[in-house]
């Protein structure tokens, strides 16, 4: 049952209503006003009123083609949410410090409920191509977060969670199917580490190691991105040895000061 499901019968059905029109252009990236009366089955009227709202509070914006975005407000809220996890402030040193020895762009992945996002980002000073940013969603079956994110994860889970993958072919290395990556994910937990080899953006290379609590689950994920020539001759295995050595004292880091892993999730 999901949240909505659950405020079926709320005695605030105009607040459920908001905050499903929010949810809803967060997943699509951007809605129009009968796209979104349509699919959540909410009167034109009622839209009409909610929709003026969000765009007076600036939750939401409205472009020029009339469709609807998501508004810098929510940008701004959650930046402070972020400020304020513990996981973010326990692992930034040592992003830095990676991004130091790498010379590669740091990320920090974390899942928030079926989404994963980043929720910290260190630029690396020699970095060329800008394509994220700390909020980012990040796609499982494309991106190295995200495939480390849902491996250490039970059989069934991973397939509710990447029952919504939709496989576009981006590049010729993309994974286009369900089957494929399922068998990709256990190459990666085995291997304790993940790659997305120009299956996103060709000419960029990303990898990724998780953070295990004490339970050993897996709380987070810490990857490295570059452009596919800064892992040339050799510098592949260095980064690699690099990733996986700062995964683990983050680990150790986290565990041996007992953080409150409740707030890890926003």
């Given at each position: ?29 951007e ?17 009409h ?63 928030d ?21 700390e ?25 509710s969670?990447?029952?919504d ?46 953070i295990f ?9 810490i ?24 995964s ?19």
């Amino acid at each position: 049952m999901n949240i909505f499901q659950q405020l079926e019968h709320s005695k605030a059905p105009a607040a459920v209503r908001l905050v499903m029109i929010i949810d809803y252009i967060a997943k699509h990236d951007e809605a129009s006003f009968t796209e979104i009366c349509t699919d959540l089955s909410i009167p034109k009227s009622s839209v009409h009123h909610l929709l003026e709202v969000l765009v007076v509070t600036q939750l939401l914006r409205q472009r020029a083609d009339g469709r609807y975005v998501l508004g810098l407000r929510l940008f701004e809220l959650g930046g402070l949410v972020i400020k304020n996890i513990d996981l973010r402030k326990d692992t930034i040193n040592f992003m830095h410090e990676l991004v130091k020895e790498t010379e590669l762009t740091c990320h920090l992945g974390i899942m928030d409920g079926d989404n994963g996002f980043f929720l910290s980002k260190v630029e690396s000073p020699k970095a060329i191509v800008k394509t994220s940013w700390e909020g980012k969603k990040i796609v499982f079956n494309r991106m190295s977060l995200g495939k480390v994110l849902v491996a250490w994860l039970p059989q069934e889970r991973i397939e509710s969670l990447i029952a919504d993958c939709t496989f576009e072919y981006l590049t010729p290395r993309t994974i286009t199917n369900k089957e494929d990556f399922l068998q990709h994910l256990k190459i990666v937990k085995e291997q304790g580490w993940a790659i997305d080899d120009g299956e996103d953006i060709e000419e960029i290379c990303c990898m990724a190691a998780p953070i295990f609590n004490q339970n050993g689950e897996v709380i987070a994920a810490i990857g490295v991105n570059g452009m596919q020539s800064q892992y040339a001759n050799g510098k592949k295995e260095k980064h690699l040895a690099s990733l996986i050595k700062t995964s683990k004292a983050i680990t150790a880091h986290i565990n041996s000061r007992n953080i409150d892993l409740s707030l890890i999730h926003i």
